[in-house]
């Protein structure tokens, strides 16, 4: 949390202000959220933002590029206008007339545009800048697999990747960002789902036909997690603060002991690679 459809949520929120925006000052108030020389950054002008799997990423005009990673609790907020805010709300308040407050660590300011405010409750998440020539050369970047909507993301490039880890769970290996970008607990839980398979179930032992499913099922579930504005049943809201439906959609995630939406059987839960990991079992095998 938050996976690929949330992130594109904020992406595409951010999008349609932040364009053109330029960046006058940065106020870091939590130093392990942000990476990098803040001068890099300042005074220059947004581009364009982007997003690969979970990563956001603001374009600059300086050469260089923010990326924004939201973790587990992260938040990127904008709020419209200039002048002085009061803030010091508590963050469960309504987002925007308290922000800043304790969970915010970043404050990025647009002139007389805007703020955009990067809160994160736990801290794992961060803003990074990187020289955008330099990109495909940074940890992160450089070891994510295709999106899921990429031609490269296909049945037999399942296949191998499962029979070269034939005794790896099917969860484990769709939880792996160099497999494919962007799915997580959630989204990976509602794809096997879909494709009536069992998480725990071991890789080796899938077939190439059953993986062609896991693949359009995984982009359908992506698709539908944007569409619904992202999952909200934690700290993730959108670029306006709030709260997205998709959680309102799901068939498995957090639904234990709730009838199955297909066949009634009550949801199971379990562990499958430290995870959370929910399902039917009447539905999947
Ligand atoms: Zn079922």
Redesign the pocket.
């Known amino acids: 949390m938050p996976e690929l459809p949330e992130v594109e949520t904020v992406r595409r929120g951010l999008e349609k202000v932040l364009v053109g925006a330029t960046l006058s000052h940065i106020d870091i108030l939590e130093d392990r959220c942000f990476d990098g020389e803040p001068e890099y950054a300042t005074g220059a002008t947004i581009e364009s933002l982007d997003r690969r799997g979970k990563c956001l990423r603001l374009v600059l005009s300086s050469g260089w590029s923010m990326l924004g990673h939201l973790r587990m609790t992260g938040q990127m907020i904008f709020v419209a206008g200039s002048g002085e805010r009061e803030g010091g709300g508590h963050p469960d308040d309504s987002l925007h007339a308290s922000l800043p407050h304790s969970h915010t660590r970043v404050i990025l300011e647009f002139g007389d545009q805007g703020t955009l405010y990067f809160n994160d409750q736990r801290k794992f998440g961060y803003l990074k800048l990187v020289r955008s020539d330099d990109l495909n050369s940074d940890s992160f970047w450089r070891t994510l697999g295709p999106e899921p909507w990429d031609e490269a993301f296909n049945a037999q490039m399942l296949r191998d990747i499962c029979q070269r880890r034939s005794g790896s769970t099917i969860k484990s290996i769709l939880l792996d960002q160099k497999v494919v970008a962007g799915l997580g607990n959630i989204y990976v839980d509602e794809t096997l789902?879909l494709s009536g398979i069992r998480p725990k179930r071991k890789a080796g032992r899938i077939s190439k036909k059953a993986l062609g499913r896991v693949v359009e099922h995984s982009r359908e579930v992506l698709e539908r997690g944007i569409a619904f504005g992202g999952v909200s049943v934690s700290d993730y809201v959108n670029a306006e603060g709030l709260r997205g439906t998709m959680q309102q959609q799901l068939y498995v995630y957090q639904r234990e002991g709730m009838p199955?939406?297909?066949?009634?059987?009550p949801?199971v839960k379990i562990v499958v690679a430290g995870r959370g990991t929910h399902y039917?079992?009447?539905?999947?095998k």
């Open positions: 789902f199955c939406k297909v066949c009634e059987t949801i039917c079992p009447t539905c999947q």
